[in-house]
């Protein structure tokens, strides 16, 4: 920590940046127990103290975990600081949370992940990247060329669909990122889906949080779906990988063993050739010594006793040397009996084990058949479910035309009825108007005329009681004008009764009219109840659909469960296969082996018996020489004759 403090005090110095108080004691507290950690969480840094740092990242060799959280940084600090962090060779972990990035600091985050090759984890949570989007999509970009990262936290950056898309193409390329956080961003539905067919090319992300996005449920559930697909992916890969470093390692020990073994077998090989020269020099030395002997016949007998002494100790000790060569043939055949019974003991282990091996996976390979013929079971009931559902859909939908053709029909009907009573009842109406006028046109001309004749009638009858005043008819008169008066009530009350007449019929016309709005209000209702039963139906539809939808969606998760479960075989399948081979080769290159043994061991075998009979027949040849030599001296023919 001193180091990094010395030498952002050195950088203000030759860059003449007075350095800041906070930075000072905030890099004195966060590494004063020689952490390789730099915590400037919470400090307003200037564009100056940013060049400053940048230029220490380049030179400081120690840090490996920086915080730069909460640090209001300006686009130009961000940029610099950025850039510096671009040539460190040491920095694993980068928090940038909540500094409001703008565009250039968003581009040169995309450089950063481009160029450096050491960072492993990058927090850039709270910094809106999702509103620039040409910085975001430089951004993706770098992410896609990045080979070294493994953890990224995206949380609450304003990421919509448009910036799902760019991420989707950037983890197609990645392929080291493991740890993806997206939670509170604006993805939706359709980045929900794009990212999950990214997911599908993209083997390891084993963990991504989605939540608060405004994504279905389905989508989410067949997200961590594959996340957990790949998350199994790589924990197989990570036990088979286990696997062949351990039966490397076997096989190399093995390897080993039979390499040290082999050596032993030619050290002890290459001693008894060295023994077996030696004994052939001293045999041909002998040998020279005898032919000496041979040669100087003339000597005296007691230096041939002596030579013959000699010789046979000679003999003696060649006849020791091959008991104990023969010795040494018994103990090499028992030690390779034993080694062979070594090697055939630890064969049958093998065996055994590859049987057992064999056997685990056959029975894993009968439990995933199993499993993939339940599947299958399920997918066929599922299809035939299916059939059944569009069955009864294509069932509703007759019945659903046969009732909307019915109530047309009966709507049709009514309102052919309706038609033909609203014409009947315009044309009794019409009737009913013409004879009411009539009627009262034909009264009030009978009452003109009836009152101009009886005005006429009561002038004359008031000319004539005038002139009659005096004569004696009066009484007669007024019974006429009574008589009269009489006909004029009674004609007024045919008026009155015609005027009632009237009335009834405009009463029966009102009540119609009234009849007639009923059955508008019926033909209304009914139209609604149809359109009521038709949203019915197509809510019904809607939601079979929807089910189907759904349905059609976990049949296509298990096919692709199905799927990654017949890679899964076919991988292990091939795994065995390569193991079985394998196996089969380092046991025919140890049988090779044994057998290249068996024959050196056959040929030394021969080699000391030819070198026997060399021995035995040199023996009999100075044997028979001896003889000779000696029936052929003087002393010889001496002691035959006493024989």
Known sequence: MQDFRQTYLSLCKEGGVKPQESVVAQIQGSRAAHSPRLDLSGQSLSLDTCSVLARAFQKDITLTDVSLSDCMLSEEGAKVLLTGLCGNTTVKILDLKGNNLKSAGVEVLGTLLTCNKTLRRLVLEWNALGVWDEAFLAFCQGLASNSMLTQLDLRNNQINHHGATELALALKHNTTLEVLDLRWNNIGLLGGRILLEALQKNKRIVQLEMAGNNIPSDTLKALERTTGHNSDRQSTLGENHRKTQVLSKEIQTLKDKKSHQVLSLMETIDSQREEIRCSKRSTSIQIGQLQEALNERKSAVNSLNAKLQMTEEALALSGQKNLNMVELLTQVKVEKEEQMERQSRERKKEQEDCVLREGKLFREMQNLSETNSQLRNKVWEMERWCKSQQQQIFELKQELTNSTAELN???????????????????????????????????????????????????????????????????????????????????????????????????????????????????????????????????????????????????????????????????????????????????????????????????????????????????????????????????????????
């Not at 004749?453 to 009484?475: C, M, P, T, W, Y």
């Not at 065995?576 to 044994?594: A, C």
């Open 409 to 643: 029909l009966r709507l049709a009907q009514a309102e052919d009825r309706l038609e033909t009573e609203k014409r009947r009842s315009k044309q009794a109406l019409r009737d009913m108007d013409s004879l009411r006028q009539k009627e009262v046109e034909h009264v009030n001309c009978n009452l003109e005329e009836s009152e101009r004749a009886l005005q006429e009638h009561i002038f004359k009858l008031e000319g004539q009681r005038i002139q009659l005043k005096e004569q004696e008819h009066v009484s007669s008169l007024e019974e006429k004008l009574r008589s009269v008066h009489s006909s004029l009530l009674e004609v007024q009350l045919h008026c009155s009764q015609q005027k009632q007449t009237i009335s009834e019929i405009k009463a029966k016309t009102n009540h119609q009219s009234i009849e007639v709005n009923g059955l508008q209000r019926r033909i209304g209702e009914l139209q609604q109840e149809l359109l009521g039963k038709d949203q019915e139906k197509v809510a019904e539809v809607s939601q079979v659909r929807l089910e189907l939808q759904e349905q059609i969606g976990h049949l296509q998760a298990e096919r692709t469960l199905q799927r990654g479960l017949k890679e899964k075989i076919c991988a292990l399948e091939r795994e065995n296969k390569v193991l079985s081979s394998n196996h089969r080769e380092v046991l025919l290159d140890k049988e090779s082996e044994m057998s290249s043994m068996l024959e050196k061991l056959r040929l030394k075998e021969a080699d000391i018996l030819r070198m026997r009979e060399d021995e035995t027949n040199r023996a009999s040849y100075l044997q028979s020489a001896f003889l000779t030599y000696v029936q052929g001296s003087p002393l010889g023919h001496c002691s035959s004759p006493k024989k």
